[in-house]
């Protein structure tokens, strides 16, 4: 479990890293102005606003507020002061390398941005997640008692696999966050049926203990 704990954050890392070197800030732009637009359209303007506020309010708190953000841009790019202190080198990268490295820290915090507010958009489907997925476990436990009481067959293999779609689902999810790509905001009831669907597999095929 640590092992695979471990391999899906070094995956999240080169998805952030590949993100922030292969994505122009443009690109990002129009990636989270789509998602808006889509967000609307599916939840209305007021659940929009909603998940922009989460998601500012945190960035904020976590990157503003504490400096970081402002710390990380001036270690990569010097001040003017800083430049005109430097004999010799008053005019490098002004107008490659330094407007460069702006626009990959730009991508950088702004895909950090996004992901919260996927995030948050994500939690607002908890309530439905709920509602889905104890039902179909409930049913599933249901047909449990069915199969004890009439030695019908419950399959290993049915009860192994839904348990790793419930992982993979997640884990895409999870992984979703940092996409370069604008993700419908229908994905998510639709992992909340998918998840509840396997859920009901899974105990439905737990093996009978009489």
Request: glycine share 4%; hydrophobic share 50%.
């Amino acid at each position: 479990m640590t092992k695979s704990l471990f391999v899906t954050f070094i995956l999240w890392i080169a998805e952030v890293f590949l993100v922030a070197v292969l994505v122009s800030d443009r690109w990002l732009t129009d990636m989270q102005d789509t998602e808006d637009r889509m967000i609307v359209e599916y939840l209305g303007a007021d659940h929009d606003r909603r998940i922009r506020e989460e998601a500012t309010s945190v960035f904020n708190a976590l990157l503003v507020q504490t400096g970081i953000q402002q710390n990380v841009y001036h270690f990569f790019i010097p001040t003017t002061a800083e430049r005109e202190k430097s004999v010799g080198f008053e005019h490098f990268g002004q107008t490659d390398y330094f407007p460069f490295v702006q626009s990959k820290l730009d991508v950088l915090f702004g895909t950090f941005y996004q992901s919260l507010r996927r995030l948050f958009l994500l939690l607002s489907w908890w309530p439905f997640l709920i509602a889905s997925v104890i039902p179909s476990a409930v049913d599933g436990l249901v047909q449990r008692k069915i199969k004890q009481s009439n030695f019908d067959y419950s399959s290993p293999l049915a009860h192994r696999y839904s348990f790793y779609a419930v992982i993979g689902i997640v884990y895409l999810l999870l992984l979703g966050l940092t996409f370069p790509f604008p993700i419908p905001p229908q994905a998510m009831p639709i992992a909340c049926v998918l998840i509840a669907l396997a859920m009901n597999i899974y105990f439905a095929h737990t093996q009978k203990r009489v």
